[in-house]
């Protein structure tokens, strides 16, 4: 075995770690300047791929939802063999009663806003119509990302990181080192793509069921140039360093919090039945850390091939845009009408608002409802406190919002769809501790800062 080992340890495997891995850290982790701030080449690349693509994006996600909602049906209803047979195919069109309606909605709701037609609540820019674009995004998202992430996930860079990292990692947040690169990827990237990435990671046995979903709900932070955003949108664009430094602080406080209470910490800590444990991060003692995290990184990258990495992407495609897509259209579309067009998180506000003026929030029944309606979507609360005059409690709920994460238009519909045990009121009760916890860390941060 040892013999073996160090026979990994060559120059074309070396080449294909050292060239392949630095391809896809320049892509997903290398921070590019736009403007006054910076995003990564994956954004470019989507961004390109939106502007390409142009007016005809429409009609390219409107066939997805409805090619998706139709043969979801056929496979529903006569469960043909061409289908079930099919790996691809299965993972896209197999699915449950629960998620066919929700495709079937997805595509009404798609030919509802792309063609103009149906009531106002549906259709409005603040509720279907943006999460028809959100998907747009989502899509040209998943093209860039595919076949890319092979190039971070397969060529050795996770288990070099993973070895060297996990020594800080492991008993801060209780999962493996190479957990590190999907909080990285979503830092300077966008958090629905991190949350892709765990979910493929644990799908292929690098994470357990705990790992992933606690990664997750507590590691997919939103880019750097959201949080710019949403400074700009409060109106405290001036106090971004300070303001960042918190969104920073708190989030390491409430992963280290989260980690060792329920429910993420009564998850099974066990890997998918399909695919077994394949992660290797422990040091044998005979070996140095680095000497054995090469030699992990040059085992990896010598089973990489091209042929894996179009079976790979495509199979993500298939899984994402039939699968995943129609589900966010449909439930992000609802969440937002709920948010949008009924008082519903103003009633269930009132506590909030009780917790808020407990710390000293002022104006707090006013901002109350924006600190339950993150769980909708990520961008509400900052439009909900535009009008409130304190800059220490915009200050308060623009950081509460990002540090929140489990966003059901974003996120919180690629965590539910995944294999991982996390249904919707795991989800809610993840949110609400997030919350809870974040305020009274906030306030004192900002009591400090401001």
């Known amino acids: ?14 080449l294909k770690f050292i060239l392949c891995s630095a391809f896809g850290i320049l892509m997903f982790l290398v921070p590019i300047p736009q403007g006054e701030s910076f995003t990564t080449l994956l954004d470019f690349l989507k961004t390109g791929l939106k502007n390409l693509l142009g007016g005809s994006l429409d009609y390219i996600l409107l066939a997805l939802l409805i090619v998706s909602a139709v043969v979801s049906l056929i496979d529903y209803i006569a469960k043909p063999d061409f289908i079930r047979s099919n790996h691809y195919l299965k993972r896209a069109f197999s699915t449950t009663s629960f998620y066919l ?33 959100l998907c747009k995004t989502l899509f040209c998202i998943v093209l860039a990302f595919s076949f890319i992430m092979p190039f971070l996930t397969d060529c050795g860079i996770m288990e070099f990181l993973g070895v060297l990292a996990k020594p800080v990692v492991r008993p801060l947040f209780y999962v493996p080192g190479r957990a590190s690169v999907d909080l990285i990827a979503s ?11 765990t979910r493929e990671q644990y799908m292929r046995g690098f994470y357990t069921k705990r790992e992933a979903g606690y990664i997750m709900t507590n590691f997919s932070l939103v880019s750097i140039p959201f949080c710019l955003l949403v400074a700009n949108t409060v ?17 390491i406080i409430l992963a280290v919090i989260i980690a060792r209470i329920p429910p993420i910490r009564t998850i099974p800590d ?5 695919t077994g444990k394949q992660i290797q991060e422990d040091v044998p003692g005979e070996k140095g850390i680095f000497s054995y995290a090469l030699e992990l990184s040059c085992q990896k990258a010598g089973k990489f091939s091209l042929s894996s990495v179009l079976s790979g992407g495509f199979e993500v495609v298939m899984g994402m845009c039939f699968d995943l897509i129609p589900i966010v259209a449909a439930w992000g579309t609802l969440a937002l009408i709920i948010a949008t067009y009924t008082p519903v998180f103003k ?3 009132y506590p909030m608002g009780l917790y808020l003026q407990l710390f000293g929030v002022e104006e707090a029944f006013a901002v109350a409802p924006a600190t339950l309606i ?8 900052a439009l909900l406190i535009t009008g409130i005059q304190s800059v220490k409690t915009k200050f308060i709920i623009g950081v509460l919002s990002l540090v929140q994460i489990i966003y059901l238009t974003e996120v919180g519909a690629i965590i539910i769809k995944s294999e ?31």
């Open 1 to 14: 075995m040892k013999q073996q080992s160090k026979s990994d340890i060559n120059i074309k495997n070396l």
């Open 101 to 133: 309606i929700s495709k079937i909605l997805g595509a009404v709701f798609g030919c509802m806003v792309i063609f103009g037609f149906g009531p106002e609540f549906i259709v409005s820019a603040d509720t279907g119509a943006t999460m028809i674009d």
């Open 187 to 197: 830092w300077f990237g966008a958090s629905n793509a991190a949350v892709i990435l």
């Open 235 to 251: 109106g405290i664009a001036n106090l971004f360093p300070a303001f960042y430094l918190c969104i920073c602080l708190t989030g």
């Open 270 to 274: 066990t890997y998918r039945e399909k």
């Open 347 to 349: 009633w269930i506000s």
């Open 374 to 381: 993150g769980f909708a979507d990520m961008f509400i609360p």
């Open 420 to 450: 991982i045990p996390l249904n919707f009121w795991k989800l809610l009760l993840i949110f609400m501790e997030r919350t809870l916890i974040a305020i009274p860390i906030i306030v004192l941060f900002a009591n400090l800062l401001l």
